[in-house]
């Protein structure tokens, strides 16, 4: 499953904690590893009841609320979320940047996201955007990967809309290097089987460590494409 997937990839250590914003009935936050703490919220109350029994108990903290009133100085060390898409991507958008807004230093941020022009346009103004005198708005905001999905990852929930999950890091301070980035195409898959297979052992890069930010390496990038066939196309560049 996706969620689990994303769960994995935030290569969570032992007692880092959670978050899942506007966490629906559970179908990422129910793979959270007991070892770690897990908030997740979810305004709806039928939803909230599902989500509950899916992801609740333990040191699970389970909240009816809505995202926007969660107060920022709550602070997690990964962040998984499938959140609205709303209009224009703008809900998504908010989301995002407002989940990293909770993220902890040398944390890791993973959202599905809409992957259309909207989208994009608010993404790069996240974390490429500057103010006028030329300094980033979220310069620890670090693109690690990118994950483009199939139209049929979307079929249960009745949408044939184009989404992918991107995967942010937060290092605060000055850094040479920003870390390894990768790319993945999978939208030419046409079965939810040949997007889980695809998915099943697809490693992300790992999380920046925040003692080791003066690393002269040069980040590499690896694109990756998948076809129906299952055959991958990979593209390496420094």
Do not use: C
Not at 91 to 115: M, Q, S, W, Y
């Amino acid at each position: 499953p996706i969620g689990l997937k994303m769960v994995e990839w935030g290569m969570a250590r032992e007692n880092e904690n959670f978050l899942e914003p506007s966490a629906g009935h559970g179908a990422i936050a129910r793979w959270v590893p007991s070892v770690n703490k897990l908030t997740a919220i979810e305004p709806s109350g039928d939803l909230f009841s599902k989500l509950n029994v899916a992801a609740g108990g333990g040191s699970k903290n389970i909240l009816q609320e809505r995202f926007e009133d969660y107060h920022v100085v709550n602070k997690h060390d990964v962040i998984v979320m499938n959140p609205p898409f709303g209009t224009n991507s703008k809900t998504a958008a908010d989301h995002v940047e407002k989940g990293f807004a909770h993220l902890r230093n040398g944390g890791r941020l993973i959202a599905i996201v809409p992957d259309g022009s909207s989208m994009n346009k608010r993404l790069d103004k996240f974390l490429y955007g500057t103010n006028d005198k030329g300094n980033l708005y979220n310069p620890s905001a670090i693109l690690r990967a990118e994950v483009q999905l199939p139209s049929v990852a979307f079929e249960r929930a009745g949408t044939s809309v184009m989404g992918k999950i991107i995967v942010i890091d937060k290092v605060e301070g000055d850094k040479i290097s920003g870390g390894d980035f990768k790319r993945i195409d999978l939208r030419d898959l046409k079965d939810i089987r040949e997007l889980f297979n695809s998915l099943e052992n697809l490693t992300m890069p790992k999380r920046i460590d925040i003692q080791s930010t003066q690393n002269t390496d040069v980040p590499a990038i690896e694109q990756t494409k998948v076809n129906s066939d299952n055959q991958e196309s990979v593209f390496k560049e420094v």
